[in-house]
T-cell receptor, first 110, second 114 residues
Framework: QKEVEQNSGPLSVPEGAIASLNCTYS??????FFWYRQYSGKSPELIMFIYSNGDKEDGRFTAQLNKASQYVSLLIRDSQPSDSATYLC??????????FGAGTRLFVKA | EADIYQTPRYLVIGTGKKITLECSQT?????MYWYQQDPGMELHLIHYSYGVNSTEKGDLSSESTVSRIRTEHFPLTLESARPSHTSQYLC?????????????FGPGTRLTVL
């Protein structure tokens, strides 16, 4: 079992729809959780972080964390073609260790 | 402007050459990292540093070496490049603030070894 698991996709949604990206992690001691967006050929850029159970909203993005279920998700409302990218879930487990998932590819169709 | 820089952005070299990939950050971060990422694949940590004169190998076995003589500078060296080293190399830095541990990435170096 991988330490951070994501569905590789591709996840295809129409423009204006809600895109839902999911991530599970194995280390119950994980402290903080991040979503990075990576466009093809580019480096990852941080879009959201969360460390408390519940929801955190930032513009069109909402991160959701459920530590009991070891589950973190990212919702993108009013999806735009420019949101098409790979979304990496990352989990900080302590010390130097941030574990990245392999990412979910999202396509937003115009 | 605080940022993280990598040079060169692209490099094509022949087998057996020695190369150094440069990474510098102006954010004053203590922790720095090198990741390797093949297209469509996950990031693999190859080296990290907690601060000056502190370097450790990451999870992915690598024939590269790193140094951290200055806080802002974290170069990665391949003594003898091979085609298996062809990949994207990403440098990152971070500072821990409470429960957070955000990493900020440089633009990457795409290395091709012929």
């Amino acid at each position: 079992q991988k330490e951070v698991e994501q569905n590789s996709g591709p996840l295809s949604v129409p423009e204006g729809a809600i895109a839902s990206l999911n991530c599970t992690y194995s280390d119950r001691g994980s402290q903080s959780f991040f979503w990075y967006r990576q466009y093809s050929g580019k480096s990852p850029e941080l879009i959201m972080f969360i460390y408390s159970n519940g929801d955190k909203e930032d513009g069109r993005f909402t991160a959701q964390l459920n530590k009991a279920s070891q589950y973190v998700s990212l919702l993108i409302r009013d999806s735009q073609p420019s949101d098409s990218a790979t979304y990496l879930c990352a989990v900080y487990t302590g010390g130097f260790k941030t574990i990245f998932g392999a990412g979910t590819r999202l396509f937003v169709k115009a | 402007e605080a940022d993280i820089y990598q040079t060169p952005r692209y490099l094509v070299i022949g087998t057996g050459k020695k190369i150094t990939l440069e990474c510098s950050q102006t954010m004053g971060h203590d922790k720095m990292y090198w990741y390797q990422q093949d297209p469509g694949m996950e990031l693999h940590l190859i080296h990290y540093s907690y601060g000056v004169n502190s370097t450790e190998k990451g999870d992915l076995s690598s024939e590269s070496t790193v140094s951290r003589i200055r806080t802002e500078h974290f170069p990665l060296t391949l003594e003898s490049a091979r085609p298996s080293h062809t990949s994207q190399y990403l440098c990152a830095s971070s500072i821990r603030q409470g429960a957070l541990h955000e990493q900020f990435f440089g633009p990457g170096t795409r290395l091709t070894v012929l």
